[in-house]
């Protein structure tokens, strides 16, 4: 990268921050899209790891190698200050703080103490203010509904998540309801009122409301099928808003109770004369730095936080990627650096409206000083200073909640190609991947070849654990079919009737054989002969419709009935007891461990696993903590593969796997089975949209639809024309009874009103053979382009250095230190 490339760049960065943004209006330049979630932490979830790889090496308090290589030293300047948009629309701001009020509008350096400590501004008006031209006035339109009752429940919606009012509408064309919000907003007041709108899952558009009627009509149709968000601000950036200087029409003026304190009709900026110990506030909520106050163009206020970029960056990373929910540092550092990046890159965003960046989603979720926790500021506090570059410029550093196991080409959700937002799995590679995460034993496990001979190994085991005896230490199918001896299995009875505390009882000579034997396991598990009680002939005969039942003495029947009944004694396929031949081991050791098991008696205990740590189980206590419980370095591990579990010598736990284990006398697990978990091995798969899965009728489908694909008639169905590089729905075909239609990148998530749009689509039909509605399978949560955050945890969890993990999202960058 050239040195002085890298220089200009910076150079034009740290002049435009010393540019007077109040003082001058400039034409609005808009970015690409930005993601529209955050990452939101779950009470209880489980969080789990993936895997590992020798080229990827575990993170030190030192700087990696790899960073020092790729680390830009750029020549050191001043931290940009970042102007955040707290409120842009309200009537009434309270400014406090529990130290002095100091007031820093004249220059900024000067402050100058208030009498109070607490100060309620409201805007008042000097001279008349210009009308509003309707040519630039502009409202918001949610579409979508197939009733008016549909549209009526949406705007209560609307205002109960936002406290916005709305107009309810039709369209006579396509017969569907919808909604108009706001009056008379600029079209970056449209913007910003879309942008809560989105966070709070409403799909909306903006129009230019004062447009005639058949246009007003057209413009409100562009809300379903337009360009893509990315094309929608590029055409919001090309408006220019008027740069006239002209008097002041409003003043900020400042109460004190119900006594007037001072006006000003320039903005008046508020600051704590000790910052660290009594923060400003506004709104009772504490904020580094200062906070300014100005009247806009509306008549209302606009409140802004004045603060450093790395200040800004505290209060951002613990509300983007909650410590409490993910903690894992080398994720937070990468956050950290991406949150830096995105603001310098966006920095000046809404210059025009007199700050860089908003608080929410449309720019990055910002909740101020109550908001920081100790692990993020710790993040931010080891990166200061770390951007993301490309070619030596800041990168545009979009983020994902949950990309689903991969993240997208940005050309393919935005129609706009980036070269660093490229398509990754979310994941590190090699076979060492899952290292990290395994549990192994020196037991060498059994080799059985025949089939019907697996599960035995299983029983083996758990009543090996238990003291049984007699048992190989390695099992055979030669050894598992042959006739159990009736020493063995006078042996391994005696052994039941220790597990469940009752008399060892009396054998005959025949107890290997299956009528003397049920009835021998039954006394020795219940202490008595519950059959002969709980059944009587009617019912004996009824449940052993076998064709040899003539051979079974009649005093054992009723035993041989319940061990048939609930299925712990096995039946031949010719439906024979072969009462009169000796049991295999084989039948003998499957009947013992399944009539014990479904007792309890084996002592089992059932979890769910967090990825494993050095070797040892952990699992999340009741209080929310992780306990680790060592695992004997012999201990029997076994493996579900498909619908059978196998005997394995070593397991990996990367976190949310099903596991069923039993610890000894010493505290130790000394038996391990392990099912797979359901959202699989990716690195995001803590997250709880890692899966999901949505039913829409066809109605709603043509509702959400009836804009995006015109002139195409009923909708019949719905196909996938073309996948991007990870699988994700990039041209949706609409087929309707006139013709067919097409909804393009990311349009496709939005329209739809889904959480993702890696999905596969089902159908649901009628008797009609007609489809009545579609069922949408899908993984992740947000547009999937750049780094995926609970995907950048699971890497921190697998050993990846912060620089590792951006590397990982980010194709080509270098991590530049801009101060």
């Not at 504490?286 to 100005?294: A, D, L, N, Q, S």
Request: charged share 20%.
């Amino acid at each position: 990268m050239s040195g002085s490339l890298v220089r200009r760049a910076i150079a034009f960065i740290i002049l435009f921050s010393h540019s007077p943004s109040a003082a001058v209006v400039f034409g609005q330049q808009k970015t690409e899209e930005t993601r529209p979630r955050r990452t939101q932490p779950v009470a209880n979830q489980t969080i789990t790891s993936a895997p590992n790889d020798d080229a990827w090496k575990t993170p030190s308090t030192e700087t990696p190698v790899s960073l020092r290589q790729s680390t830009t030293e750029l020549i050191a300047g001043p931290e940009p200050t970042i102007r955040v948009a707290l409120a842009t629309d309200v009537r009434s701001a309270t400014v406090s703080t529990t130290g002095r009020l100091m007031n820093a509008s004249d220059s900024g350096t000067h402050l100058i103490a208030l009498d109070v400590a607490r100060v309620r501004l409201e805007p008042r008006l000097l001279s008349p203010l210009p009308p509003v031209g309707v040519e630039n006035s502009y409202r918001l339109a949610i579409g979508g509904a197939v009733s008016r009752a549909e549209a009526e429940q949406k705007s209560r919606e609307v205002r109960e998540a936002i406290g916005e009012d709305s107009q309810i509408t039709v369209d006579a064309e396509t017969k569907t309801w919808g909604l108009v919000v706001g009056n008379r907003l600029t079209r970056a007041e449209a913007e910003e009122l879309n942008a809560r709108l989105n966070d709070a899952g409403f799909d909306a558009r903006v129009f230019q409301s004062g447009l005639a009627a058949s246009s007003q009509s057209s413009a409100i149709a562009t809300q379903s099928h337009g360009t893509d968000p990315s094309q929608a601000r590029s055409s919001a950036g090309n408006l220019r808003l008027a740069t006239r200087v002209s008097a002041p029409s409003r003043e900020v003026v400042g109460f004190s109770g119900a006594a007037r304190s001072f006006s000003s009709s320039a903005p008046v900026v508020l600051a704590s004369d000790d910052e660290a110990k009594a923060p400003v506030r506004f709104n009772e909520r504490p904020y580094r730095g200062r906070i300014e106050v100005f009247t806009n163009t509306r008549g209302s206020l606009t409140v802004v936080n004045v603060l450093g970029l790395e200040d800004y960056v505290r209060g951002v990373v613990a509300n983007e990627l909650s410590p409490g929910g993910y903690p894992a540092l080398e994720a937070l550092k990468a956050q950290a650096i991406a949150a830096r990046t995105y603001a310098l890159r966006n920095r000046g965003q809404f210059v025009a409206q007199g700050f860089d960046l908003l608080p929410t989603t449309r720019s990055q979720v910002y909740r101020g000083l109550r908001s920081e926790h100790a692990l993020s500021t710790r993040a931010v506090d080891e990166t200061r200073g770390l951007i993301a570059t490309y070619n030596g410029e800041p990168i545009n550093a979009l983020y994902t909640s949950t990309c689903g196991g991969r993240t997208e080409d940005a050309g393919n959700i935005f129609n706009h190609a980036v070269p660093y937002l490229r398509g990754h799995e979310c994941s590190a590679e090699g076979p060492a991947a899952f290292a990290p995460f395994m549990i192994k034993t020196t037991r060498e496990p059994p080799e059985l070849r025949e089939e019907k001979n697996l599960p035995l190994a299983r029983d083996a085991a758990l009543l090996n654990i238990h003291s049984f005896g007699a048992l190989p230490s390695q099992l055979s199918d030669d050894w598992l079919t042959s006739p159990a001896p009736v020493a063995e299995v006078r042996h391994w009875l005696a052994s039941v009737a220790r597990v469940s505390r009752q008399t060892a009882p009396v054998v005959t000579d025949d107890v290997n054989r299956p009528a003397a034997f049920a009835t021998a396991l039954n006394a020795a598990v219940f202490g008595e002969s519950r059959a002969d009680t709980l059944f009587n002939n009617a019912d004996v005969e009824y449940l052993l419709p076998l064709r040899d039942v003539g051979d079974v003495p009649s005093e054992n029947r009723p035993d041989v009935a319940l061990l048939v009944r609930d299925g712990y004694l096995s039946v031949f396929p010719d439906a024979t007891l072969r009462p009169r031949e000796p049991m295999s081991r084989a039948r003998v050791l499957h009947t013992i461990s399944r009539l014990l098991d479904a007792r309890s008696l084996l002592q089992l205990q059932r979890g769910t696993a967090r990825p494993s740590i050095d070797g040892a189980l952990v699992l999340r206590s009741t209080k929310g903590k992780d306990q680790p419980i060592k695992v004997r370095p012999d201990a029997y591990l076994f493996r579900q593969i498909g619908e059978a579990v196998f005997p394995v010598g070593a397991v990996a736990l990367v976190g949310g796997e099903p596991v069923v284990f039993h610890v000894n006398a010493g505290g130790e697990i000394d038996y391990l089975e392990v099912r797979p978990a359901l959202n699989g091995a990716s690195a995001e798969r803590f997250s709880p949209f890692t899966n999901w899965s949505t039913e829409l009728s066809l109605g709603q489908v043509q509702a959400r639809l009836a804009r995006a694909a015109r002139g195409i008639g009923p909708i019949t169905d719905l196909r996938v024309a073309a996948r991007g590089t990870s699988r994700r729905v990039i041209d949706l075909e609409v087929v309707g009874m006139q013709g067919i239609g097409h909804v393009r990148g990311g349009r496709i998530r939005s329209v739809l009103g889904l959480r993702e749009q890696l999905f596969v689509i089902d159908r649901k039909y009628g008797s009609d053979g007609r489809v009545t509605s579609f069922v949408f399978t899908g993984r992740g949560w947000g547009h999937g382009v750049g780094m995926c955050q609970v995907g950048a945890y699971g890497l921190a969890k697998q050993g990846l250095s912060y620089a590792q993990i951006l590397k990982t999202y980010y194709s080509g960058i270098e991590l530049s230190k801009l101060y």
